[in-house]
């Protein structure tokens, strides 16, 4: 059975303190891991898509990289904005059906 | 349309009625999936439809639960006497992958619906 875990469960940060969100995933085929946002009320947000080892992705003060074994969000210098829960999903080669499995989710507050 | 769009958004219910909750996907997206997501809890699969057919159901978690999609667009959640363990949000979330190996496929999720059982 695939699954992810998330750690922390929650963080707070002061604004401009980088830091690290981890997913750890077991999975019997990776066909890719998914980083989403979600802020409170509204769905969750796609962020980045990795499929294989080594892969790294970067948006405005985010970066995902991916191991066989663990995924990192990277958050650099953040902001208030950044407040948010991150999920993180995997799909995996299961043939036609293309589901995502996701974790709990790590909820994010950045301070001014 | 440009996003998927989900209603009722907030809906409260006696227990034991039937509730209807609906999901309009993005146009030409051929996937469509149910989720549920719990206070604390991470978002918990339910069901996945490529065209009009559920090759996956095995997330629903009794049979008062059931869902159906017609025209290859417009899906509706189906909940029978509902109980107050069926309150959460529900997500619905659609793709335009085919179902075959093509490299993975973003989902891209409406808004929810939240459902208060009491």
């Known amino acids: 059975e695939d699954q992810v875990t998330q750690s922390p469960e929650a963080l707070r940060l002061q604004e401009g303190e980088s830091s690290s969100l981890n997913c750890s995933y077991t999975v019997s085929g990776l066909r890719g891991l998914f980083w989403y946002r979600q802020d409170p009320g509204k769905g969750p947000e796609f962020l980045f898509t990795?499929?294989?080892a080594g892969e790294e992705k970067e948006k405005e003060r985010l970066k995902a990289t991916l191991t066989k074994k663990e995924s990192f969000l990277h958050i650099t210098a953040p902001k208030p904005e950044d407040s948010a829960t991150y999920l993180c999903?995997?799909?995996?080669?299961?043939?036609?059906?293309?589901?995502?499995?996701f974790g709990k989710g790590i909820t994010l507050s950045v301070r001014p | 349309g440009a996003g998927v769009s989900q209603s009722p958004s907030n809906k409260v219910t006696e227990k034991g009625k039937d509730v209807e909750l609906r999901c309009d996907p993005i146009s030409g997206h051929t996937a469509l999936y149910w989720y549920r997501q719990s206070l604390g809890q991470g978002l918990e699969f339910l069901i996945y439809f490529q065209g009009n057919s559920a090759p996956d159901k095995s997330g629903l978690p009794s049979d008062r639960f059931s869902a159906e999609r017609t025209g290859g667009s417009v899906s509706t959640l189906t909940i029978q006497r509902t109980q107050q363990e069926d309150s959460a949000v529900y997500l619905c979330?659609?793709?335009?992958?085919?179902?075959?190996?093509?490299?993975?496929?973003?989902?891209?999720f409406g808004a929810g619906s939240r459902l208060t059982v009491l």
């Open positions: 999903a995997v799909q995996t080669n299961t043939g036609a059906n293309s589901k995502l499995t």
């Open positions: 990795l499929y294989s």
């Open positions: 979330a659609s793709s335009g992958g085919t179902g075959t190996y093509s490299g993975a496929n973003v989902l891209t």
